[in-house]
């Protein structure tokens, strides 16, 4: 087989130790810097220092005495560039996308951090609290618990034993730890550790050359590293139980101590096939416990690579706590399969398959290749990492499959964790038994944008979402969307279609919003034909099967009230502020609906919404990739078999405007305090103000970045929180994105600000902090200078906004929607126009201070309601020393007027959330 990486690279390493990879990916325009260290959770060995290495990564951006943390950013931001980064068990990566143009300067910019970091003990102890404030956040899920536990139990040696967050006990003791942070940076940033990863529009000689001059001062270590001990085999079975104390649905895993990974030596790669064949999507156990018996709604395989032996894990949601030992002893009994008989042959190679398509899929922007790269390259500092992987799948029989599976899947290796709110049954404190027991389409609209890339996407956009949904049936059009993609043609159970598509590495997904409901097919070129002979008759012919309906509804009830309102307080404060500006319109809900709704919705308003909303008057279909004429031809004959029906007809949507502020608390067992603010706007996409309100959002709080007023006041100086954001187009799911998804058009939006979780102590005081800096914004305006440096970072930061094939094609769209130019260019077109002036007068006239709804989440909301109410001061407690100047604003906040009275505080119990 050729290698599966088709970029020549340039590899050097230099004498100071620092390895570079370079390589051009024949993506013009932009590239991808990736600098993953070797050094992780792993390698806390100390007592007391768990969570170090993510705590360091937040330190590198505090900034050197040549580029100070608020220089370092103008750079950034100045360069349209986006930038972060993540710290794993095992490695950190840093990595920055952007202009090809200003890779010489980034590399100069990187280079003096990483080799003369600078920090003070205050900017320590407050990046300390913003730590903490990032645990608070993670606190409410249960998964993040639940692994949490798994791992205290299952090493007693080891630093896998605590997550990369680290124990709360040594998060909350951070801020004393000063001085071992000077020794955490000596140790593990060091050129020895490093790769510098460039990949993009770039002529690799000069890129190297880059590095070199700016790279080749930094100093290697001078003292030898320190040996990470080696867990001992484990001896006994492990059974651990964890109680949530709100509610939720329990979780069954059963995980064993595994191999560490290797790109040449057999066994991680065998053991992954055995898990994603037995416990996948396409598995036997998949289909019986989600689809046909419906016990379980989330079963999935959990074997990361990692750079010592690690877990691997099968991973099972139940719906109803008295199934949980059906479901574990179901999985138990196929892991006693495993090791009693080999996996088929074809099975196999329907996995090579699709292991080998689905890597294709990674490569279609420069930032995914090098983001790729980073994960594995870490391991040796090799480019070839992962064309000796794909050699080693290849390579694997099913005899390889049996071999370790015999060597892991042992009863003396297994940890068993489970966690749930009620009791489970008295059978799951025992282990499993794991031994094997006996027994026309040319009048379509189309959208193409022709790509080199042998990657072909078609989208579907229909103009219909859950503003379609009946006054009593909310939630009908999410619920229908998922019995297109979810639930099988009337040919094909879903289950067959899944086995199908698996060795294709293809997708028919779907997403649905308040005005659009978006079909996307993923395939392969040499593979479209038979992928379309599988996936369209999901939307030609449905199955409509009882068991896929009563499955997908029960879901989606699972989504909304455990997904969204009981474990996710971020996207539950955002939805809700949604619902209460667009209370009494088609936006009055969320897209997945409302508990009444979705019980009362039946199989038969599903065939109904169907061929009324899915038709050709309100299809609009788009295509990128290599496609062969006539597969595109062959794809619209085929979409002319949908019904012709009538162009849908889009009434204006209209929000409620508060008068003064209006806060709801929800109350809700929680750490911290979620915020969520905002008005209506009468501004969309191709308003004249449009661009100038664009620009204001992201001078104010760019989302997910650091560049932002609000997250520099709120989080940076103070570390109150994890990050401040502003919105003027609603970002569903932001929490877990960068950017926005394409196909989110809508006829009416919001201007939105989005607090992370602050600490209760501090919720009033973010609250007005955030509508003081608002407030700045309205009356004093955005300065020419910083003006100048967002309009910049806007024009070039697009191009990272749509870098994929996905985007690029759901922006044509939207485009198409909005009735406006091609994105990327009405934004520069339009920036290139705007004046501060222009941008102030804009905010004046559309944003409001004065007039806003708050939705406010916390465990006590009277006490909050109180300190809202209160005339007394809100006040903030610091760590480390402030500057006067800082203290004095504080004040100002403390003080600022909120005008509440009794009447303008509701508080609102959890369960009416969304019922």
Not at 415 to 421: D, I, M, P, R, Y
Not at 525 to 545: H, M, N, V
Not at 677 to 699: E, S
Request: hydrophobic content about 40%; proline content about 7%.
């Amino acid at each position: 087989m050729p290698p599966v990486l088709p970029f020549p690279a340039l590899e050097t390493t230099l004498p100071n130790g620092l390895r570079i990879i370079a390589l051009n990916t024949g993506f013009p325009n932009l590239v991808s810097l990736q600098i993953p260290v070797q050094t992780g959770s792993r390698n806390e060995v100390e007592s007391g220092k768990s969570g170090f290495a993510h705590f360091f990564e937040h330190m590198m951006f505090r900034g050197t005495e040549r580029f100070p943390a608020e220089a370092y950013q103008e750079v950034i931001t100045r360069a349209g560039a986006r930038q972060n980064a993540y710290t794993t068990d095992d490695y950190t990566n840093y990595h920055i996308t952007f202009a090809k143009e200003d890779l010489d300067r980034l590399l100069e910019l990187e280079a003096d951090r990483f080799m003369n970091l600078r920090y003070s003990e205050s900017d320590f102890k407050t990046e300390a609290r913003a730590i903490l404030g990032e645990y608070n956040k993670s606190a409410a899920d249960p998964l993040t618990k639940l692994f949490e536990v798994q791992r205290q139990h299952a090493y007693t040696t080891h630093t896998y034993k605590h997550t990369t967050m680290g124990f709360i006990a040594d998060i909350e003791d951070m801020p004393n730890q000063f001085e071992y942070s000077r020794t955490f940076f000596e140790r593990w940033y060091r050129p020895e550790y490093a790769t510098v990863i460039i990949a993009g529009d770039i002529d690799p000689e000069a890129a190297t050359a880059m590095v070199e001059k700016h790279w080749s001062s930094w100093r290697p270590g001078s003292g030898t590293p320190v040996p990470v001990p080696p867990e001992p085999a484990q001896s006994a079975p492990v059974v651990v139980h964890h109680r949530w104390d709100s509610p939720t649905l329990p979780w069954v895993t059963i995980g064993f101590h595994g191999p560490a990974f290797s790109a040449t030596e057999k066994e991680y790669v065998a053991l992954d096939f055995v898990f994603d064949l037995l416990f996948g999507e396409t598995s036997d156990l998949y289909r019986r416990l989600v689809e046909r018996e419906q016990v379980v709604d989330q079963l999935f395989p959990y074997l990361p690579a990692s750079q010592d032996p690690g877990l691997a894990t099968i991973m099972a949601r139940v719906k109803r706590p008295e199934d949980t030992v059906y479901v574990r002893d179901a999985i138990a009994q196929t892991l006693a399969q495993a090791v009693s008989r080999p996996i088929p042959a074809k099975r196999l190679e329907a996995a090579k398959s699709h292991a080998r398509y689905s890597f294709v899929r990674t490569l279609d922007n420069s930032e995914s290749i090098a983001s790729t790269l980073a994960r594995y390259v870490r391991f040796e500092r090799r480019y070839d990492t992962l064309n000796d992987l794909f050699e080693t799948y290849d390579a694997c029989t099913p005899d390889d499959l049996l071999a370790v599976a015999r060597k892991y899947l042992q009863p003396a290796n297994v940890v068993v964790a489970t966690l749930s709110h009620d009791p489970l049954p008295q059978a799951m404190t025992v282990v499993p038994e794991l031994t094997a027991p006996v027994h026309s389409a040319t009048a379509i609209k189309t959208i193409a944008l022709p790509t080199p890339s042998p990657l072909v996407r078609f989208k579907l956009l229909f103009t219909t979402g859950s503003s379609d949904d009946p006054a009593a049936k909310h939630g009908l059009a999410a619920l229908a969307a998922s019995m297109i993609t979810e639930a099988g043609s009337s040919e094909l159970p879903f289950d067959e279609i899944t086995r199908a598509l698996f060795p294709l590495a293809a997708s028919f997904s779907a997403q649905v919003d308040r005005d659009m409901t978006t079909f996307t097919g993923v395939a392969h070129r040499d593979t479209l034909d038979r992928f379309l002979e599988i996936a369209l008759p999901q939307l030609l012919s449905p199955g409509f099967r009882e068991e896929d309906f009563s499955r997908l509804k029960a879901q989606h009830l699972n989504e909304l009230t455990q997904d969204l309102r009981s474990n996710n307080e971020e996207e539950l404060g955002k939805e809700r502020l949604q619902e209460l500006l667009f209370a009494g319109t088609p936006y009055g809900h969320t897209t997945l609906g409302s508990i009444s709704g979705l019980t009362a919705i039946t199989l038969d308003d599903v065939r109904q919404f169907v061929p009324r909303h899915y038709t050709r008057a309100n299809l609009v279909l788009g295509i990128t990739g290599d496609i062969a004429p006539a597969a595109g031809d062959a794809l619209k004959q085929a979409l002319g078999a949908l019904p012709e029906g009538k162009p849908r007809l889009a009434y204006p949507v209209t929000g409620n405007q508060p008068h003064g502020l209006r806060v709801e608390v929800i109350e809700k067992d929680t750490r911290s305090v979620g915020v969520s603010i905002g008005h209506p706007i009468a501004i969309r996409r191709g308003h004249p103000d449009f661009v100038a309100l664009w620009l204001a959002r992201a001078w104010l709080g760019e989302h997910r970045a650091s560049n932002g007023r609000l997250y520099n006041r709120i989080r940076e100086v103070r570390g109150m929180n994890y990050g401040d954001y502003a919105y003027i187009e609603a970002f569903p799911r932001g929490m877990y994105q960068f950017f926005p998804d394409p196909n989110l058009g809508r006829r009416a939006q919001l201007f939105e600000l989005w607090l992370r979780p602050l600490r209760p102590e501090q919720a009033v005081f973010g609250l007005k902090l955030a509508l003081f800096e608002l407030r700045k914004m309205v009356e004093i305006g955005i300065p020419t200078e910083e003006f100048e440096a967002t309009r910049e970072y806007l024009a070039k930061n697009v191009f990272v906004l749509t870098k994929t094939q996905d985007q690029q094609l759901g922006y044509a769209l939207d485009s198409d929607w909005y009735g406006i130019p091609e994105y990327t260019g009405y934004i520069r077109e339009e920036l290139a126009k705007l004046t501060a002036e222009r941008v102030n007068e804009v905010i004046r006239a559309h944003i409001s201070p004065d007039n806003l709804q708050i939705v406010m989440i916390s465990a006590n909301a009277a006490a909050l309601r109180d300190q809202l109410l209160s005339s007394v001061p809100a006040t903030i407690a610091y760590d480390g020393e402030k500057a006067g100047p800082l203290l004095v604003e504080d004040r100002e906040v403390g003080a600022y007027p909120l005008g509440l009275a009794p009447e303008h505080i509701r508080i609102t119990p959890l369960d009416t959330v969304f019922a």
